[in-house]
């Protein structure tokens, strides 16, 4: 069993990278991708603990991009830490972002919601501070009930406190990824927000074409029937299956590494041909 989607304390996970790496080798995990948003600051310690566990820690980053209609996600796997095309615009969408959660905070002020970026900065041990740390500070100071009623009621998009921030185009981010040498995935697709077929087709044609490789077809709400429907999809288009659990610890309560809501398993199988040629 694999998992190809995980976020650790460098980004919005409850669980520091060696932790996760921990946590994955005490599941019979044979290899994760750690997947943190906008960084790869957690990859040299998660590496580090995966040689000690005797598991495969792959490098990635997960980036949100330009689309009106959703959220399209893109999981970049074995992208290596260091300089490189994407890599070095990575510190720039982390910028945005930093200026995103201020006017967040501005807005829940205004909302009668005060939280100060202090708080935030507490619970946040990484560089990369989102939208479930907000939220978790909400939590706490009793705002709301949960994370997931913070984005229901005020985070989400189209709700009172969402903030947009600058995205890389699909086009850009995963030309850049494969000018880095690295593995361009389309998370989780139901959230992209298609509803007919035309928009499917276009959309997986217009990705493909810029050269996108897989698809994440193994993911926690997906029903076994959805994960067969995704993979015919993905051959379809000439593109890979992939998956995982994107596990973010405590901030995604019913998610767990590996089996994700309990009967998720990504197969070994899957990650030789994903790997960079
Ligand atoms: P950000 O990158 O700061 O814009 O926040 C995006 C992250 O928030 C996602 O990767 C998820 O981890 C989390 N998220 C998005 N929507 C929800 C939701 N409805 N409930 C809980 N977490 C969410
Ligand atoms: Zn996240
Ligand atoms: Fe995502
Ligand atoms: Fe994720």
Redesign the pocket.
């Known amino acids: 069993m694999i998992d190809l989607h995980v976020?650790s304390t460098a980004s919005?996970g409850s669980e520091t990278p060696s932790a996760v790496v921990r946590s994955a080798a005490a599941a019979g995990l044979t290899a994760i991708a750690l997947t943190d948003?906008d960084t790869q600051s957690g990859i040299a310690e998660a590496r580090a603990e995966a040689s000690q566990s005797g598991l495969e820690l792959i490098g990635g980053t997960?980036l949100?991009l330009e689309w009106a209609q959703g959220a399209m996600?893109l999981v970049v796997l074995f992208l290596e830490p260091g300089p490189g095309p994407l890599q070095n615009r990575l510190a720039a969408l982390r910028t945005g972002?930093s200026e995103r959660n201020d006017r967040i905070i501005d807005r829940l002020g205004e909302l009668g919601l005060p939280v100060s970026g202090a708080e935030i900065l507490d619970l946040a041990a990484g560089e990369s501070v989102?939208?479930?740390h907000i939220?978790a500070v909400m939590v706490n100071r009793g705002y709301v009930a949960s994370?997931?009623d913070a984005?229901?009621r005020y985070l989400?998009r189209g709700m009172p406190a969402y903030m947009a921030?600058p995205r890389l185009s699909p086009e850009e981010a995963i030309a850049l990824a494969r000018q880095s040498q690295a593995v361009p995935i389309l998370a989780h697709p139901h959230t992209l927000g298609l509803n007919t077929s035309e928009e499917v087709t276009t959309t997986l044609r217009r990705l493909s074409s810029a050269g996108l490789i897989g698809i994440e077809c193994y993911y926690p709400l997906y029903s076994p029937f959805e994960r067969e429907g995704y993979a015919a999809l993905a051959q379809r288009f000439g593109l890979k299956p992939s998956g995982g659990s994107d596990y973010?610890g405590t901030?995604?309560p019913d998610v767990e590494l590996g089996i994700g809501r309990g009967n998720l398993a990504v197969a070994d199988e899957l990650l030789d041909p994903l790997r960079p040629t």
């Open positions: 976020h919005d948003h997960e949100s996600h972002r989102g939208r479930p939220a994370i997931a984005f229901d989400g921030r973010h901030y995604k």
